[in-house]
C-alpha cells in the first residue's frame, strides 16, 4: 500500500468488520483516517477517528472539510449483506439448485 504522508481519509462503516479494518490499515500506512458510524465506536483503541454520521448524511463531508480542508480518499464500504444473504441461501446455493 502506498504511503498516506497525511493525506486524509474517510471510511463508509468504519465500526467494525472489513470498514474497521481498512481504516486501521490506512492509519497505519500513513493516512488521517476519519471513520463514519451510526453506531458511533465499539470499545477498544483505534488509530483513526469515528465520526458518529450516518453516511447518507452532507453533515459528514463537511465536518472532515472543515477540520482538515479536504478529503484524499473516500471509501465506500456500505452495503446491504444481510439482505443480499438471505435472498441468496434460497436462489443461489448448491442445494436449492439440485
Known sequence: MAKGNGKIALV?????????????????AGYKVYGISRRGAQTGERSFEILRLGVTSDD????????DGRIDLLVSN?????????RSRHSCSPAAST
Not at 459528514?60 to 477540520?67: A, D, P
Not at 456500505?78 to 438471505?86: I, K, L, M
Open 12 to 28: 463508509a462503516d468504519a465500526s467494525s468488520g472489513s470498514g474497521e479494518a481498512t481504516a486501521e490499515r490506512l492509519a497505519k
Open 60 to 67: 459528514v463531508v463537511s465536518e472532515v472539510v472543515k477540520r
Open 78 to 86: 456500505v452495503g446491504a449483506a444481510h439482505d443480499y444473504a438471505r
